[in-house]
């Protein structure tokens, strides 16, 4: 059963993984933000800028799925 379904197992993994590495960037981002003092204009760029990497992750993911089921 694991040999029928690896590609699967391996792609929820790889997800999996990407969206934990975001929510520690998005940790290491407030830590430096709140050393820093950045400026609460800064901080929305900051955030602004992660969120669409984040969103453009996700869009792909759902093109992706999009594109292979034929639809």
Same mark, same amino acid.
């Given at each position: 059963?694991?040999?029928?379904?690896?590609?699967?197992?391996?792609?929820? $993994?790889?997800? #999996?993984?990407?969206?934990? =590495? %975001?929510?520690?960037?998005?940790?290491? /981002?407030?830590?430096?933000?709140?050393?820093?003092?950045?400026?609460?204009? $800064?901080?929305? #760029?900051?955030?602004?800028? =992660? %969120?669409?990497?984040?969103?453009?992750? /996700?869009?792909?993911?759902?093109?992706?799925?999009?594109?292979?089921?034929?639809?």
């Amino acid at each position: 059963m694991l040999s029928e379904h690896y590609e699967l197992i391996e792609t929820l $993994g790889t997800n #999996f993984a990407i969206a934990i =590495l %975001f929510v520690l960037i998005g940790l290491a /981002i407030q830590d430096v933000l709140k050393k820093g003092d950045v400026p609460k204009f $800064g901080r929305w #760029f900051v955030w602004l800028v =992660l %969120f669409l990497g984040c969103a453009g992750f /996700i869009a792909k993911g759902i093109i992706q799925a999009f594109w292979e089921s034929g639809l």
